[in-house]
């Protein structure tokens, strides 16, 4: 699990952050935050996932990407938050699993 440093707590306000990435599968916003280092916070509406076991499985299996993958965290400059936030309905980890791990190594390959 990613460590607490690199979580960004998710606040109300999301009018300051930019867009990085869309697509019809996820929507990366990014913003700059002024510290040593980049946090990633990962957001999963109710309505694409009714069980709150299943969005957290979405979320850990995104922290852990980004857990595996924290040279890019730590090598983006300037240190910003990335907002993760996924937008199919009724999202199933099994089925798109593969699709979602292979969408942000694109994303990070930019």
């Given amino acids: 699990m990613i460590s607490s440093g690199y979580k960004l707590k998710i ?24 510290l040593l280092s980049s946090r990633v916070g990962v957001v999963i509406s109710q ?12 979320k850990r299996l995104i922290y852990r990407f980004f857990q595996e993958n924290r040279v890019f965290l730590d090598n983006f ?25 292979q969408k942000l190594k694109n994303v990070i390959s930019i």
């Fill in 47 to 58: 309505k694409n996932s009714r069980l709150a076991t299943k969005r957290n499985a979405i």
């Fill in 77 to 101: 400059n300037p240190p910003s938050d990335f907002l993760v936030i996924i937008l199919v309905t009724a999202f199933n980890l099994k089925e798109h699993k593969n699709i979602l791990m």
């Fill in 11 to 34: 606040i109300p306000s999301l009018r300051d952050f930019k867009v990085f990435y869309r697509d019809n599968f996820l929507f990366i916003k990014t913003k700059e935050n002024g």
